[in-house]
């Protein structure tokens, strides 16, 4: 290619066990992780139990045994000396990194509540094609099926989470909500919501309101907000005190999709790996957490949901037949 990288054929692998293959290339020492989400803590775990230093994209897991293998792997990195960085870029950023600083240092006062938002419109869609078997199609449409994807509220808006658990320094307990499917019906977006509105709460008590929609000609908004007793900021670049000056974030900042790939390649050098799994891990679970409140118009408490057996998808993997899954129905979806 045009970096000069010549892979050949030997060492291109496929199949539900390609990634097994790869790990047994020894000369194989940073694994960039970038399938659909359903493989992501099986083929992470195995990465790591070969040695190997992990990029993930984000996020985790679709399920609760997921987060848990998840968790795991961020372990066995830990006793191995292994980086993993995850693709919630934020964490990678200048400006969120000063803004929450600040936040943290008591600039806002003590924390009131919190929002956040992923709101924007139909992302890429694949149509099944007489070729395709289901299992084929499903896969190559990952975003519309929970199993692979868990939901947008798990997949695009983890982001935002992630950035609420980090400013908090911790997960919520419980989360409430609802959400739907009512612009987006078409069998080719396959059975996930796209609205969600969750209501979180923090072990300290304190609120944190969310919404995540994928509708088009729907006004956008993403972004984060912390309200304080002395004062608001976006999390991202503004502090906004009641008394005393505002303060913006100025400098230069940071590629991020780089950044995150840079800041793991120099701590594996200077012998200090970053491992970023277990905030993956709440993060993911926070969205898995809210997602099935909407699903099941229940309360959904954080260990009920860390402690669940509800796995998503078929039990064995393979090319063929495979239902579309029905749209979770509130009242009768049943969490655990």
Not at 85 to 93: E, N, S, Y
Not at 309 to 320: D, I, Q, R, S, V
């Amino acid at each position: 290619g045009e970096l000069g990288v010549n892979i050949p054929d030997s060492r291109c692998f496929d199949g539900w066990d390609g990634y097994q293959k790869m790990l047994e290339v020894k000369e194989i020492n940073y694994v960039i992780h970038a399938t659909p989400p359903r493989f992501r803590p099986t083929q992470v775990l195995a990465a790591v139990k070969a040695g190997k230093h992990v990029f993930m994209e984000k996020p985790g897991a679709v399920d609760a045994p997921g987060v848990r293998t998840l968790l795991e792997a961020f372990e066995i990195a830990q006793q191995k000396g292994l980086g993993i960085a995850c693709g919630t870029q934020r964490r990678h950023m200048k400006g969120y990194n000063e803004t929450i600083q600040r936040i943290q240092g008591g600039e806002i006062g003590e924390i009131e509540y919190l929002r956040c938002y992923w709101n924007g419109g139909v992302i890429w869609v694949i149509e099944q094609t007489p070729e395709m078997s289901d299992m084929e199609w499903q896969l190559r449409n990952w975003n519309y099926f929970t199993w692979l994807g868990g939901d947008h509220y798990v997949e695009q808006h983890v982001h935002n989470l992630d950035v609420m658990n980090w400013v908090m320094g911790t997960h919520p307990v419980k989360a409430f909500g609802m959400g739907g499917r009512q612009a987006r019906q078409a069998p080719i977006h396959g059975h996930i919501y796209d609205h969600f509105a969750v209501e979180y709460e923090y072990p300290n008590g304190v609120r944190m309101f969310s919404q995540a929609r994928q509708m088009n000609h729907c006004e956008g908004k993403v972004e984060e907000a912390v309200h304080g007793t002395k004062g608001t900021s976006n999390c991202a670049n503004w502090v906004r005190a009641k008394e005393g000056r505002p303060w913006r974030f100025r400098d230069a900042e940071v590629n991020a999709y780089q950044q995150e790939h840079q800041n793991l390649i120099a701590s594996i050098r200077a012998g200090k790996p970053i491992n970023e799994a277990r905030n993956l891990a709440e993060s993911t679970l926070t969205g898995i957490m809210g997602r099935d409140a909407a699903y099941s118009g229940q309360t959904v408490e954080w260990e009920q949901m860390l402690n669940s057996e509800k796995a998503w998808g078929p039990t064995k993997l393979e090319f063929g037949p495979l239902p579309m899954p029905p749209v979770p129905n509130p009242g009768e979806y049943k969490v655990a």
